[in-house]
């Protein structure tokens, strides 16, 4: 195989109080993504998008991993990507991960599928700790295996795919950046040992109702004693925001991985476009331009597009 282009997912991580552990892959916003496999060892990265990206494979995420990639395979083949961003860079989306997973994906692709999903997961990675300066999994495990996904170890990788439940998500993007690096550097080094009791009740009681599909018990566990307090500060109207979701019928929900995207969930699409008018309309009246969506869980991942061989 020569060619060939892939869609590529947004995610949401942590899903509240599963910090670094838990993610889901979302329909939209998705990225477009076209691999090449080329004769000559050269990495080619080209951006389709205003984001202004750097272009230079060891400051570019995927050209990171496909380095990675080459040098570990021992390849004398060469690689050429031309990506077209749609989630932004510092969105809470997921951006970087979409960039790091999309060019393992493709590449494993057009080597005829010679890694297994761990290992794609495995030099995505090394993407993520050039835009965050931490090897997380939380966003690449989803937009590779698709759905909703538990990391349960980065060394060695673990990774456990869940079950999907037939919900609505809605995700608000305000139109203002935070930065993942900056949004870890703010929380706290040590935590109470009954907040931590109260966290590991709500992860526990998230992944039980996500497998046994009880909606009332992923409601009750969506809550977040140690990440929200502190970063919700960085982003504007979280409160209000929150609050009125839930009033509106949200089952819960919090901050997008680092933000300054939120994200709530719904069982009803009426509730979930009633919540995403909510969000547009509280950014509106700030002056914050916002983009909101709303969306079924993804259960598949990345998707191919196109082949050419």
């Known amino acids: 195989m020569k060619r060939i282009k892939i869609k590529v997912p947004a995610t949401v991580a942590n899903m509240v109080c599963g910090f670094d552990i838990l993610g889901m892959a979302i329909h939209e916003p998705y990225d477009e993504m076209e691999v090449k496999l080329t004769d000559s ?55 970087s991960a979409a960039s790091a997973a999309g060019a393992a994906f493709g590449a494993n692709v057009l080597l005829g599928n010679i890694l297994s999903k761990q290992e794609l997961v495995h030099f995505a990675m090394f993407g993520e700790e050039l835009a965050s300066g931490v090897r997380h999994a939380d966003n690449i495990a989803p937009c590779i295996y698709g759905g909703i996904t538990l990391v349960k170890s980065t060394a060695p990788i673990d990774i456990i795919p869940l079950s999907t439940p037939d919900l609505f998500v809605i995700a608000v993007h305000p139109q203002v950046e935070v930065k993942t690096s900056d949004a870890r550097q703010i929380l706290k080094k040590n935590i109470l040992f009954k907040d931590a009791i109260e966290q590991w009740g709500n992860i526990a009681g998230l992944v039980t109702g996500i497998l046994k599909n009880d909606i009332p018990l992923i409601g009750r566990s969506l809550n977040d004693v140690i990440i929200e307090p502190v970063r919700s500060i960085l982003i504007p109207k979280f409160g209000e925001i929150k609050t009125k979701s839930l009033r509106l019928g949200a089952l819960g929900g919090g901050i997008s991985g680092s933000g300054p995207s939120i994200f709530m969930l719904a069982k009803k699409k009426e509730t979930a476009e009633n919540i995403a008018g909510m969000m547009k309309s509280v950014y509106d009246d700030i002056g914050i331009e916002s983009f909101v969506y709303i969306s079924k869980i993804n259960p598949v991942g990345i998707e191919i597009v196109e082949k050419e061989y």
């Open 41 to 95: 060892p050269e990495i080619i990265i080209k951006h389709e998008d205003h984001f202004g990206l750097p272009e230079d494979p060891s400051n570019n995420v995927a050209g990171v991993v496909l380095q990675h990639i080459q040098k570990d395979l021992n390849l004398t083949a060469g690689f050429e990507v031309t990506i077209r961003k749609h989630i932004k860079p510092g969105s809470g989306l997921g951006s």
